[in-house]
């Protein structure tokens, strides 16, 4: 499903909504509320929100488990940092238990080591079923999504719930969850905007199939639902 704004700030409100919905029907039905959390600049204003009247009394944050869909293998003090941004916009600023946040980063490890203790983890909380309540996530330019980039091995991954691999364009070290893991969640929530993602956007939902080349194509949960929150400017090639 795909709902158009006028612009970053509506859209932020109805993700915010959104978020909160998911988040109460999760606590209600199940006691927990199990969240991976993306990056970038895309999700800040929904993230200051949240920390906001009136969102953030309207979640029993005690309840809340954070993840992460991917990460720059960078130290959580660095700016790079997913989960630097996340604890700077919205974590730090809400009665959410520390042993309850799982950032996608450890030192003294490898992220190919981490990667398989990240799975681990995940089995730990969900057991063999891997099914989020609501996974976040971006788009890039080139369609890419999580850390799925274009033209690499990782689009392939059918087994593995998380990979760690090195992204040679940028010089540095990715872990994501992969496709297979994210399109077992119960909701999926694109936050997309800008006219940079016009093209991108168009060819994710009415191109040919090309996965290789626009990664978020690859996100098509079996009985999950996707939305998308886009604005005007990256919308002006699907409407």
Do not use: C
């Not at 905007?193 to 194509?217: D, I, M, R, T």
């Amino acid at each position: 499903m795909i709902n158009v704004f006028k612009d970053i700030d509506t859209l932020s409100k109805s993700a915010a909504e959104h978020f909160v919905q998911i988040a109460q029907h999760a606590i209600e039905s199940s006691g927990r509320f199990s969240v991976a959390l993306t990056g970038g600049s895309s999700p800040i204003q929904l993230y200051h929100l949240l920390a906001e009247q009136p969102y953030v009394e309207q979640i029993d944050w005690t309840k809340v488990f954070v993840f992460w869909g991917d990460e720059r293998w960078v130290p959580l003090t660095d700016d790079k940092s997913n989960a630097k941004m996340a604890f700077e916009t919205l974590l730090d600023h809400v009665p959410i238990p520390k042993n309850q946040i799982f950032p996608m980063w450890k030192a003294n490890t490898t992220p190919e080591v981490y990667a398989l203790e990240y799975e681990q983890l995940l089995q730990t909380h969900f057991g063999t079923n891997p099914q989020f309540d609501l996974i976040l996530l971006g788009m890039g330019e080139d369609g890419h999504t999580a850390s799925l980039f274009p033209n690499t091995a990782v689009l392939k991954e059918k087994k593995k719930w998380v990979e760690a691999y090195y992204l040679e364009p940028q010089q540095m070290y990715r872990i994501t969850l992969t496709a297979p893991l994210i399109n077992q969640a119960k909701v999926i929530a694109f936050i997309t905007y800008g006219k940079g993602k016009a093209k991108a956007l168009y060819e994710v939902l009415h191109g040919e199939p090309n996965p290789s080349q626009y990664p978020s194509q690859l996100i098509r949960p079996a009985q999950g639902e996707v939305y998308w929150f886009v604005d005007e400017a990256a919308a002006n090639r699907v409407r």
